[in-house]
């Protein structure tokens, strides 16, 4: 019977984790230049957009945790169903926006909604065998890299049509899977099984308290902070900057987003185990911080648009540092922390998509504007430069102090 239950469901869950993912990366080339079209130009759009995306990641960490505890007292499907439809209003929300504010409490929304991740972990394995758990939480991780393959690509490409249709066509595809997940879908997580509400559960900030339990785990923790800002720095003025320097279209930004998803892909899913079979974990966190710190550099220093999309791929190494690092902390708890382990990490990315898009978007506004005594649009790259170079001192000294497990 679980068997015949088990498909629908699975095929739900990643239906829905997919969906998260690919409208991230679809407003990813869009959002930007729909609130320029609002304000004007791009450096003064630049800091709203970084407070709409703040807000965005400040409601998704506050709300993640609660999402995942409610699920574990009324169940899996009510509250992917919930997400679901929080999900398609927001796209309604963005596909009919006739003001900036409308923009703001669509992202409230959409964080209050679409903290969803956590449950489809936990549906995963209500319906999977040990056995299958692997493989399954496997299939986790090539649906969040397709999800920001197509998502940015379908964005840049559907906006060529007008900035709002690809709302219109995520908002379609979201309650096409929210009626699927009603009429099919059957819950996982039985009755018996349940418990009841702990606020303490659903807080996140005391999750990260485990990130101290040792210099080594907070070492690590630490440069995983780091590689985190510097990415969300990317990603928060990517379009900003590509648009004020080189003039990219839509078409254009989706396409080098798409990209940055594929080379992901192909690094974390292909590469990064035969590369740390052949040069241990410590020395690819070590190599991979060192080039990353020389391709945002690249990016600065950029003088052709088409420059851009070979850094993208030459950059590839920056993808191996966050898993490695992820990998060397687990490490270093037992069995029964690593659940507690990985909420906080959790929490800590979080932290990073709202302290990233802050500062980077800011940086950009500002020396993009007439109040700058320079002209300079490289300045989140300038920065996510620096960050690299501070992971790179926290690793050599984290590693030069500890024999790690």
Known sequence: MMKLKRPPGLIFVLITLFIDVMGVGLSAPILPKLIAGFIGDVSTASYYYGAVTTTYALMLFVFSPIQGALSDRFGRKPVLLFSLFGTGLTYIGLTFAPTLPWIFTAQILNGLTGGSVAVVFAYIADVSTPEERPKNFGLVGAVLALGWVVGPALGGLLGAWGLRFPFAVAAIITFLNLLYGILVVSESHSPEHRRPFSWSRANPIASLGLLRKSSIVFGLAAIMLCTDVALQCFISTWVLFTTYKFEWTTVQAGLSLALLGLMTAAVQGGLIRPLISRFG?????????????????????????????????????????????????????????????????????ALASIIGPLLATNLFGYFTSDRASIRLPEIPFFLGAFLFALALWLAIATFSKHRLA
Request: charged residues 10%; neutral net charge; hydrophobic residues 50%.
């Open 281 to 349: 974990s410590r020395k690819i966190i070590i190599i991979g911080l060192t080039f990353s710190m020389i391709g945002y550099l690249l990016y600065a220093f950029a003088s052709a648009g088409w420059m851009l999309y070979w850094i993208i791929v030459l950059n590839g190494f920056d993808f191996t540092v966050k898993p490695t690092a992820q990998g060397l902390v687990s490490a270093q708890v037992n069995s029964q922390e690593q659940g507690e382990l990985q909420g906080a990490l959790a929490s800590l990315t």
